[in-house]
């Protein structure tokens, strides 16, 4: 049986950014009710590739194919017209407007020469409910967490009856009943003959639900094949060209005193009575379902967010943070869940992201030299962090923004660990990481608290909990629900605690 004709195709594709060669000569194609998972590293041109299908770079040779048509994608409404749908891992929602004019962004229903309010809310509900969601159309996006927002992207694609859509790490903030939800309409979908382009690094959900895998390393193609004849093992191998550590040997120093602690902390409903201990050389794991009031915790530990009730210590002593700066100068970083909004100056370049949070050491006697910076310590500051944290960047003087995810992450773990902190607040460290990089940053939370950091995980993937910290604490409702050694906890153990169960019988040694 002759195979269809390919949605969309790109053949022979090259792209080369100043210093860096992003692809070259890739090939790629999806079938119509196909789910083609694209995988590799960070920097492997995944995203690159994508942006040239969507529309909003332009190949510097090769050729676009729809329906077997070559086409130009002038920009990405040129793309969105021919049915192309990108769901990108940093949203792209206005936080200005609600849930039903996020969703109908674009093509918002006409009435006497303005917009058909009634009409646009009654849309936007007709889709959600197609989609099993629960959403309010009124709500604003602003008050939405990570998940909500995650899902009202998903229902605008969807809204615009695509023939291709492209899913770039969807999952990566949902609990696992919204994974389940996301699931089934990749499935309605395929069963319509969408094909969909789904970019991950979780392997669990990549072998459910791709029909095939192609992966790329360095910016060129390595192979495509079906996902029914790659092991999990192999495909790791065909990513990085390399073997990857998949377990992270625990700590043997001893661990110390308490650096941090928290009494009865108590915030606008989201944290709930809360103490919670962090000592030095200790990673702790924060477990539990989106919602559980976990970043909270870390925003009042980090000054960000003020308290109704509670108390701070620090070596025994009280302490009040009012604000970030506080925290900071205590010797507390925060590496926070979303890189571009709140942890990277996208525009500014790698050297001045990795040392945006300590300037103040690099300022020469300002009496002899008015104030000015010491460039050489400077680059080598950058230097050092760079190659033990392994980003890639053409230069240190690239933009941020020209970074893969991965690298991205890397520089704001390098820009708080250039501090050298007491405590260091993780959420999310891994998010959006392919697995050689995720295991290298793993094997660095474990090198910086041996080094007597007190280092608090938040994250949502319970392996990764289970595997890295050496104490887990589980909350649920903003509450602390239970905590356990992590050696010999199980994910089951984990989840009843994440539900409220306090009662759960499981014990673990």
């Known amino acids: 049986m002759s195979q269809p004709v390919p949605l969309v195709r790109l053949d022979h594709i090259s792209k080369a950014f100043p210093g860096v060669r992003a692809l070259d000569d890739v090939s790629f194609d999806v079938l119509p009710g196909e789910v083609h998972v694209l995988m590799g590293e960070n920097g492997a041109g995944k995203s690159t590739l994508m942006k040239i299908l969507s529309g909003a770079y332009q190949p510097d040779s090769g050729a676009i194919q729809i329906d077997g048509y070559a086409v130009r994608l002038s920009d990405p409404l040129d793309a969105n017209r021919r049915g192309i749908v990108m769901i990108y891992q940093e949203l792209t929602l206005l936080?200005?407007?609600?849930?039903?004019?996020?969703?109908?962004?674009?093509?918002?229903p006409g009435r006497g020469g303005g917009v058909d309010w009634r009409a646009l809310?009654?849309?936007?509900?007709?889709?959600?409910?197609?989609?099993?969601?629960t959403l309010d159309v009124r709500a604003p996006v602003a008050e939405l967490n990570m998940a909500e927002r995650q899902m009202v992207e998903i229902a605008r694609a969807a809204r615009r009856d695509p023939r291709v859509i492209v899913m770039d790490e969807p999952t990566s903030s949902l609990t696992q009943s919204e994974e389940e939800t996301l699931f089934a309409l990749i499935a309605r979908l395929k069963g319509r003959?969408?094909?969909?382009?789904?970019?991950?690094?979780r392997m669990d959900e990549v072998f459910r639900l791709a029909d095939r895998i192609t992966v790329l390393r360095d910016?060129?193609?390595?192979?495509?094949?079906?996902?029914?004849?790659?092991?999990?093992a192999e495909l790791i191998a065909l990513m990085v060209g390399r073997e990857v550590e998949s377990s992270v040997p625990r700590g043997v120093g001893a661990i110390g005193q308490i650096v941090l602690a928290a009494r009865g902390l108590s915030a606008g409903?989201?944290?709930?009575?809360?103490?919670?201990?962090?000592?030095?050389?200790?990673?702790?794991?924060?477990?539990?379902?989106?919602?559980?009031?976990r970043t909270e915790v870390a925003e009042v530990l980090f000054g960000a967010r003020s308290t109704d009730m509670g108390e701070l210590r620090i070596d025994g002593q009280p302490v009040v943070f009012q604000s970030?700066?506080?925290?900071?100068?205590?010797?507390?970083?925060?590496v926070p869940d979303d890189r571009k909004g709140q942890g990277l100056v996208l525009m500014q370049s790698v050297q001045t992201n990795v040392t945006l949070a300590a300037l103040e050491r690099f300022v020469r006697t300002p009496l002899l030299m008015g104030g000015v910076l010491n460039g050489r310590a400077i680059r080598e500051l950058v230097e050092v962090w760079t190659a033990r944290l392994n980003?890639?960047?053409?230069?240190?003087?690239?933009?941020?923004?020209?970074?893969?995810?991965?690298?991205?992450?890397k520089v704001v773990l390098a820009k708080w660990l250039s501090r050298n902190p007491r405590v260091l607040i993780l959420n999310e460290p891994t998010r959006g990481i392919d697995v050689g990089a995720k295991a290298e940053v793993h094997a660095l939370i474990r090198d910086i608290a041996s080094q007597g950091v007190a280092v608090l995980m938040i994250s949502s993937e319970?392996?990764?909990?289970?595997?890295?910290?050496?104490?887990i604490v589980v909350m649920a409702a903003g509450r602390i629900t239970g905590e356990m050694p992590a050696r010999g906890a199980t994910e089951r153990a984990v989840l009843a605690l994440a539900f409220g169960d306090t009662n759960m019988t499981e014990r673990v040694s």
């Open 269 to 293: 409903g989201r944290v709930r009575d809360v103490d919670l201990d962090l000592r030095a050389g200790e990673i702790v794991g924060l477990a539990g379902l989106i919602g559980a009031g």
């Open 324 to 334: 970030p700066y506080d925290a900071i100068q205590r010797g507390i970083a925060y």
């Open 193 to 201: 003959g969408v094909g969909i382009i789904y970019i991950s690094h």
């Open 391 to 409: 980003i890639r960047a053409a230069s240190p003087k690239v933009n941020v923004e020209l970074l893969s995810g991965g690298n991205q992450q």
């Open 95 to 108: 936080d200005n407007l609600d849930v039903g004019r996020n969703v109908m962004l674009g093509q918002e």
């Open 462 to 471: 319970l392996p990764e909990v289970l595997s890295v910290s050496d104490r």
């Open 121 to 133: 809310y009654a849309d936007a509900e007709r889709i959600l409910r197609d989609l099993d969601l």
């Open 219 to 232: 910016g060129k193609h390595v192979t495509t094949l079906p996902a029914s004849e790659l092991t999990r």
